[in-house]
């Protein structure tokens, strides 16, 4: 069984894995190590590279998927140059004479970015030595304090989901009750949902799944680091599945874990793109601070541009087990009855004295 020690190494290395939109493939040969140390699981790819990850044996139940993406905004070196596009979504002024370094391969070069593109998203970095178009390269983050119960990372959102995800899956595998739980893993979210999109519109998604959308959001004040997973009811765009969202939500209460129920519209989400194209689907996340590496954001948007320093994600080591609970418990809860009808017909019931005769 997975322990506490186990899934955290698991968080270590995923978040530390290099990748960007469209070059995921160190992610995903972490995963197919992950999955071929593991007997009865399988792994297979869509025609978008997005991933599978299924138990061998027999359902008793429809899917349950647990989704996340695997790629994380980053710079995509385009020409030897230096000429870069970035990949994801990021405020402008973080690019003003940042230090960056190439991570996507041993000893990469750094380097200072000296132009760049809001636009169009691309610009160009002078960097101390030779790189090749294809290069992914980050922000050279500052040294941080520790602080107890956080997890620092430089790409938290949302290999951290995928972690989750993957612990998950790894307990389910001893629990009769859950053969029908297994993961997705999915590609270029951070450019426009792009997998996703990819999987619903080409329908490579198992028929009849039922899709738990991770991700790592960022953190409001309503919906705060450390006061548990969040049950995400929706995002920026639009609301997800009711009937999915309750009945996780009266399991996880009846189960006494911390937990939080949240909006959470600071940005979108994959379940969008499932539900637009008839799938059902709802969110779960972890708060998340310094989104896509934006340290003092709040302080950036009220017009600080000196607070623009780029800075390692963070999350709740406690959130992030809890949500490794929450996906086992929600793998089962969506095929329970919520009970909101009977309960409000009892109430009506109880009070239909009231109204008109």
Known sequence: MTTRARAEKWLSELTNIPTASGLEDAVVEWVERWVGRRDGLSIDKDSGGNLYVTQKRRRQKPPVLAVAHMDHP??????????FEFRGGVDAVYFENACVGV???VDGPTGHVTSYDEASSTGTARFEGEVSPGDIALWQFAETPRERGLFRGPACDDLAGAAAALAALDRARSRDELGHFGVMLTRAEEVGLIGAIHAAKLRTIPEGARLLSIETSRELPEAPIGAGPIIRIGDRSTVFDREMSNRISQAIEAAGIPHQRKLMDGGGCEATAFGAYGYRATGLCLALGNW??????AAVESGDTTAAVPMLEEISIDDYHGLIDLLLIAALAIDEDDGIVDRLDRIYESNR?????
């Open 74 to 83: 980053a710079f995509v070196v385009t020409d030897a140059g230096g000429s």
């Open 103 to 105: 991570v996507s391969r």
């Open 292 to 297: 896509h590496n934006r340290g003092n954001l």
């Open 353 to 357: 004295r009231y109204l008109p005769r």
